[in-house]
Nanobody, 129 residues
Framework: EVQLVESGGGLVQAGGSLRLSCAAS????????IGWFRQAPGKEREGVSC????????YVADSVKGRFTMFSDNMRDTAYLRMNSLKPEDTAVYYC??????????????????????WGQGTQVTVSS
């Protein structure tokens, strides 16, 4: 069973930075993708970013392009979401998702969090103005 542990959320002022981590365990195959969704109160859940285990496939939503970047550490089965120039509208609960055995984020933008084999408990990111 794949388990995900998220960390790194918190409170930050607008313009600041945070780094979220998603550490996976229980993968059977070497290839995986890890992504992040976020959900703010009263808004639809949004797929933010995705990366493959070797970093060769990535996706970044237009709403965060140029500010958010993902990095993968395939030795540790861990992925990171670096969030720069944070805005109040980035405030949301961020959920890590993972799928083992895949090496492409091609369809990430068309998927919902529940389409993935595993997801984390969520971490709150709050950006104050």
């Amino acid at each position: 069973e794949v388990q995900l542990v998220e960390s790194g959320g918190g409170l930050v002022q607008a313009g600041g930075s945070l780094r979220l981590s998603c550490a996976a365990s229980g993968f059977t195959y070497d290839e995986w993708i890890i992504g992040w969704f976020r959900q703010a109160p009263g808004k639809e859940r949004e797929g933010v970013s995705c990366i493959s285990s070797n970093g060769g496939s990535t996706y970044v939503a237009d709403s965060v392009k140029g500010r958010f970047t993902m990095f993968s550490d395939n030795m540790r089965d861990t992925a990171y979401l670096r969030m720069n120039s944070l805005k109040p509208e980035d405030t949301a609960v961020y959920y890590c998702v993972a799928e083992n055995g895949l090496d492409s984020c091609t369809f990430f933008s068309k998927q919902d969090m529940t389409d993935f084999g595993a997801w984390g408990q969520g971490t709150q990111v709050t950006v104050s103005s």
